[in-house]
């Protein structure tokens, strides 16, 4: 019963601030679909709304809330505003999934924004609503989140890259990282298993649970400084540095951004582009230069010049 009362007092929260959204307001039906719930379920919330005291009114067969209701607790500027906006469109990209906890962050930040952002940030967030959904990751997260806010031990079963089996693990969570490569989010934590700190995507988790053990996060760790020296968050080893030449016909799009912050460009003579990387040499930096195709040349290091020469070959080969 516990857990009804709390299911139904975060839907009521999200139904409050899905009706803010959308000023000429939504279906009976509509909401329902939203909460995965049926229409005499819905009915019954708007009815506990209007109970509590959120002044909801009918527009034909819509049930909307008056907008000068709320007092929004920040104000933004519009290019903060804009900066949220952006974010949203960056999810979307990065997630490629349905996340309820996605969709609720960005509807409460949406009752802050002015038009037109307000509605571009909905159409973003209705259209995530439409792709596939991944309970189980979903779950992983929250207790992952749970756990690294209480700093408290997990024990997982992880299917490390190239084994047969997964083992069980107990990790003291010390930050989570998204990763643009690859689409996936990972755990930089500490590994009682090998006493060293490891990095271990969430993905390949198969259950969890919180352990009554508790962790101090050492003073000396900074997930900024230990993601430093790596392309992607594959960190460990040593930042070596990286030239690369990039062909006079990509040498614009290439100086337009930066790729890491230690990044340094120069246009050549002849129109190319040298690119001066610190980095940690990985598979994901080898994905990268691979992805220009024939318009980029390492130069240093050997060693990798060496490894991007061989997968060029095995193309050749799969592909001749």
Same mark, same amino acid.
């Given at each position: 019963?516990?857990s009804?009362?709390?299911?139904?007092? %975060?839907?009521?929260y999200y139904?409050?601030?899905?009706?803010?959204q959308?000023?000429?307001?939504?279906?009976i039906?509509?909401?329902?679909?939203?909460?995965d719930?049926?229409?005499?379920?819905t009915?019954r919330?708007?009815?506990a709304?209007e109970?509590?005291?959120?002044?909801?009114y009918?527009n034909?067969?819509?049930?909307?809330?008056k907008?000068?209701y709320?007092?929004?607790?920040?104000?933004?500027?519009?290019?903060?505003?804009m900066?949220?906006?952006?974010?949203?469109r960056?999810?979307?990209s990065y %997630?490629?999934r349905?996340?309820?906890?996605?969709?609720s962050a960005?509807?409460?930040l949406?009752?802050v924004?002015?038009?037109?952002?307000?509605?571009?940030i909905?159409?973003?967030?209705?259209?995530m609503q439409?792709?596939?959904?991944?309970?189980?990751?979903?779950?992983?997260i929250?207790?992952?989140?749970?756990?690294?806010?209480?700093?408290?031990?997990?024990?997982?079963?992880y299917?490390?890259?190239?084994e047969?089996?997964?083992?069980?693990?107990e990790?003291?969570?010390?930050?989570?990282?998204?990763?643009?490569?690859?689409?996936?989010?990972?755990?930089i934590?500490y590994?009682?298993?090998v006493?060293?700190?490891?990095?271990?995507?969430i993905?390949?988790?198969?259950?969890?649970?919180?352990?009554?053990?508790t962790?101090?996060?050492p003073?000396?760790?900074?997930?900024?400084?230990y993601?430093?020296a790596?392309w992607?968050?594959?960190?460990?080893?040593?930042?070596?540095?990286v030239?690369?030449?990039?062909?006079?016909?990509?040498?614009?799009?290439?100086?337009?951004?930066?790729?890491?912050?230690?990044?340094?460009?120069?246009?050549?003579e002849d129109?190319s582009?040298?690119m001066?990387?610190?980095?940690v040499?990985s598979?994901e930096l080898?994905?990268?230069?691979?992805?220009?195709?024939?318009?980029?040349?390492?130069?240093?290091?050997k060693?990798?010049?060496?490894d991007?020469?061989?997968?060029v070959?095995g193309?050749?080969?799969?592909?001749?």
């Amino acid at each position: 019963m516990k857990s009804k009362d709390t299911d139904r007092k %975060a839907r009521l929260y999200y139904v409050e601030h899905l009706l803010f959204q959308k000023r000429y307001g939504w279906t009976i039906d509509e909401i329902a679909d939203k909460c995965d719930v049926n229409a005499r379920t819905t009915r019954r919330d708007l009815e506990a709304l209007e109970r509590s005291g959120v002044p909801l009114y009918q527009n034909s067969d819509k049930w909307c809330v008056k907008q000068d209701y709320y007092l929004p607790p920040v104000h933004f500027t519009r290019p903060e505003a804009m900066s949220i906006f952006l974010a949203s469109r960056l999810m979307l990209s990065y %997630a490629h999934r349905s996340d309820p906890y996605i969709k609720s962050a960005f509807y409460k930040l949406n009752c802050v924004v002015p038009s037109p952002l307000k509605e571009q940030i909905l159409n973003t967030i209705e259209w995530m609503q439409k792709l596939p959904r991944n309970d189980m990751l979903v779950r992983h997260i929250a207790i992952l989140a749970e756990a690294w806010t209480k700093q408290q031990t997990v024990k997982i079963n992880y299917h490390t890259f190239g084994e047969d089996k997964p083992k069980t693990r107990e990790i003291d969570t010390y930050f989570i990282q998204p990763a643009a490569i690859g689409h996936a989010i990972y755990v930089i934590a500490y590994c009682h298993l090998v006493g060293e700190i490891r990095l271990f995507k969430i993905e390949r988790i198969k259950s969890i649970e919180i352990t009554k053990k508790t962790y101090r996060i050492p003073d000396s760790f900074n997930a900024n400084e230990y993601l430093s020296a790596s392309w992607g968050v594959v960190a460990g080893g040593d930042a070596e540095t990286v030239k690369l030449r990039f062909s006079p016909a990509v040498a614009q799009i290439l100086g337009e951004s930066v790729w890491h912050p230690s990044q340094t460009v120069e246009t050549l003579e002849d129109g190319s582009l040298l690119m001066t990387l610190e980095v940690v040499p990985s598979m994901e930096l080898m994905g990268w230069i691979l992805s220009w195709g024939e318009k980029v040349e390492v130069l240093e290091p050997k060693e990798l010049r060496e490894d991007v020469i061989d997968a060029v070959k095995g193309l050749a080969k799969l592909y001749k």
